[in-house]
T-cell receptor
Framework: GENVEQHPSTLSVQEGDSAVIKCTYS??????FPWYKQELGKGPQLIID?????GEKKDQRIAVTLNKTAKHFSLHITETQPEDSAVYFC????????????FGSGTQLTVLP | EAGVAQSPRYKIIEKRQSVAFWCNPI?????LYWYQQILGQGPKLLIQ????????DSQLPKDRFSAERLKGVDSTLKIQPAKLEDSAVYLC????????????FGPGTRLTVL
């Protein structure tokens, strides 16, 4: 089955700086890569996603890049704010009707004021 | 639009007891998922429903876990008997259709087994 590895497990940045979180996946058939943000006591919330036919996607301060050859994808957050502090999870999904997600182990991002 | 509802939010039981969790997905969402999230880890899929049918339960420990979605709307996940290693947050998620990618998650139920 699919295996997703995520690094780093913890990340501290100063407010206004950029944060980068990286993930690798094992199954070359995976074609959908979402990123979820989980705040304390809440369920994960989708913040951005990318499909394998696209190399980069941007939404305001958040961007995701995908390298299919190397089987890795990254989340970039620019101009970080204290409210960006949370746990971020990457995930990968195989093509087909099941749409089952395999999640990474998470990154605790702390934005220091 | 109301989100995915789950109850209870917290549950503390002793090992070998039984427990049940309830999930009401977003109205009209046909696909429902139950995940187990152990502290410090990502969510792990337990079971997936399409309407009232099971799509995949290959990762559900069927000797102690069971789940149903009888009318194709809300769902119940049960553990009987519970073990210490079942301590985790149990998340429910739903999508509009099987082919949809975005999963909407509920707040989860935090289970502590003593």
């Amino acid at each position: 089955g699919e295996n997703v590895e995520q690094h780093p497990s913890t990340l501290s940045v100063q407010e206004g700086d950029s944060a980068v979180i990286k993930c690798t996946y094992s199954d070359s058939a995976s074609n959908y890569f979402p990123w979820y943000k989980q705040e304390l006591g809440k369920g994960p919330q989708l913040i951005i996603d990318i499909r394998s036919n696209v190399g980069e996607k941007k939404d305001q301060r958040i961007a995701v890049t995908l390298n299919k050859t190397a089987k890795h994808f990254s989340l970039h957050i620019t101009e970080t704010q204290p409210e960006d502090s949370a746990v971020y999870f990457c995930a990968a999904s195989l093509s087909g009707s099941a749409r089952q997600l395999t999640f990474g182990s998470g990154t605790q991002l702390t934005v220091l004021p | 639009e109301a989100g995915v509802a789950q109850s209870p939010r917290y549950k503390i039981i002793e090992k070998r007891q039984s427990v049940a969790f309830w999930c009401n997905p977003i109205s009209g969402h046909a696909t429902l998922y139950w995940y187990q999230q152990i502290l410090g880890q990502g969510p792990k899929l337990l079971i997936q429903f399409q309407n009232n049918g099971v799509v995949d339960d290959s990762q559900l420990p069927k000797d102690r876990f069971s789940a149903e979605r009888l009318k194709g709307v809300d769902s119940t996940l049960k553990i009987q008997p519970a073990k210490l290693e079942d301590s985790a947050v149990y998340l429910c998620a739903s999508t509009l259709r099987l082919e949809n990618n975005e999963q909407f998650f509920g707040p989860g139920t935090r289970l502590t087994v003593l």
